[in-house]
């Protein structure tokens, strides 16, 4: 609207100053030196570091602010804004200056400058007052939430404690992935008087599905452990100093393991008597052998029992006997009878050849098919022959009995002999002349072949 004001300009060497005016308004045509809207009063104008160099008695406003929001020293006031006190020397507080904030080289300090006075942190917690954080300067002693049993610290980053901690209560709750502790040694049941009776139960518990536990047992005298123990690679299980068991063998010390009835899966177990063991018998894998000193393996039923294989089984690989009880193999019996040495006996005053005796006596009596190549065959021929004898019959003087026959019509007579007879002559027996011969013959690949002969003496 267009409405005339009233107003007082206020200039210096042509400088407008400001405007004094009684009326609130904005004007319509700019004002040169001077822009926004007038209020009632002197409304400075735009040059610059103008002010009034006067004591002013009583303002409603500083800096354009009600003077009702500015701090006062001689009373107490309320700050809606934020504090900001740009040195380091501070805020003191307290009738004698007992409490100081302040900064030393970029370090806070919170300074409680009464002898032996405590510094408390306390809070509100529903509608009573609390002393969480307690620091008395006297014994030196910090106290968070004294008194309050049910009150949780928590300490997001590393706690140090130089001294002693002792923490009273029935649970203490470590919520952390590693517990580090540089102490060479943990105490647990620790008591005034400590005996088996206050250690019984005591232990560590492993939280989980179930607990895992190790606890001490008062009854059995030993360490109960709820879970199977697996040792790093390498490592073993001592008793006294001793060995008993590591990743691949038990102790050299120990001498017995009775109730065990299954060994699982075993490569080799040496068996020998005495501390140290010396080992004298070897299982390896399906093997029994000795292991020093030449000992015999014995196979020992004891009572009536006997060796007994099953129905396919046999004993192979046996060494050829030298004494009357050891065994032999198939292949040795074999072998002795289907080379051994054949014996025959021949009549042969026929003289019949050789390639007689092999096709139609070797062949038949010892056929080659049921002996093997290098047997030999002997034959004792026998060679018969008789000496002749010679009678001289003109050593006996015959009887000589004559008689008259008429030979002819004419009555002629001749004397005839009618009976001749010789006397008893002995006559010496033939000789009978006999010839030994053996006839040794050899069969190769199935054929018998003449080998020697051999004249026995007469």
């Not at 007052?129 to 106290?143: D, K, L, M, T």
């Not at 390896?284 to 396919?312: A, F, K, M, W």
């Amino acid at each position: 609207m267009n409405q005339t004001k009233v107003i007082t300009y206020f200039y210096n060497n042509g400088i407008l100053l400001g405007i004094f005016a009684k009326d609130s308004f904005t004007p319509k045509t700019d004002i040169v030196g001077y822009t926004g809207s007038i209020e009632p009063g002197f409304n400075a104008g735009t040059l610059p570091g103008i002010k009034f160099n006067v004591t002013c008695t009583n303002a409603e406003q500083l800096g354009g602010t009600p003077a009702t929001t500015y701090v006062r020293s001689d009373t107490s006031n309320a700050i809606n804004g934020q504090l900001r006190i740009t040195t380091d020397l501070g805020i003191v507080v307290g009738s004698a200056g007992q409490m100081s904030l302040y900064v030393t080289a970029g370090d806070i300090y919170m300074s409680n400058s009464s002898t032996d006075k405590s510094l408390i942190l306390n809070v509100r917690k529903g509608i009573t007052q609390e002393n969480a954080i307690a620091i008395n300067a006297a014994n030196r002693v910090v106290s968070l939430y004294d008194g309050y049993i049910d009150s949780v610290t928590n300490v997001g980053g590393d706690l140090i404690v130089t001294g002693n901690l002792t923490v009273e209560g029935s649970t203490t709750t470590l919520n952390t992935t590693e517990l580090i502790v540089e102490d060479k040694n943990i105490v647990i049941a620790s008591a005034d008087s400590p005996t088996n009776t206050t250690a019984d139960g005591a232990g560590i518990t492993i939280k989980g599905t179930t607990d895992k536990t190790v606890l001490y047992s008062e009854s059995d005298n030993w360490l109960d452990i709820s879970e199977t123990v697996n040792l790093a690679s390498g490592k073993a299980i001592y008793i006294g100093g001793t060995l008993v068991i590591d990743g691949t063998s038990l102790g050299s010390t120990i001498t017995s393991i009775p109730g065990v009835t299954s060994f699982g899966t075993q490569t080799v177990i040496n068996i020998g008597p005495g501390i140290p063991a010396i080992p004298q018998l070897r299982l390896e894998e399906h093997r029994i052998s000795t292991v020093s000193n030449n000992y015999d393996i014995e196979l020992y039923p004891d009572g009536t029992g006997n060796i007994v294989l099953n129905d396919t089984a046999r004993i192979t690989n046996i060494a050829n006997p030298i004494n009357q009880q050891d065994a032999s193999t198939k292949e040795y019996v074999d072998n002795v009878v289907e080379t051994r040495s054949l014996v025959f006996s021949t009549d042969l005053s026929d003289a019949k050849s050789n390639t007689y005796i092999i096709n139609n006596i070797l062949n038949n009596l010892a056929p080659p098919g049921e002996f093997r190549s290098g047997t030999i065959a002997r034959i004792l021929c026998t060679i018969n022959t008789n000496s002749t004898t010679t009678f001289n019959i003109n050593s006996l003087p015959p009887t000589v009995n004559t008689s008259q026959f008429l030979t002819s019509m004419s009555g002629d007579t001749s004397l005839a002999v009618i009976g001749l007879s010789f006397p008893s002559a002995t006559l010496s027996a033939p000789i009978l002349s006999t010839t030994r011969i053996i006839k040794e013959f050899s069969l190769n690949i199935g054929v018998w072949l003449w080998q020697s002969d051999t004249l026995l003496p007469p």
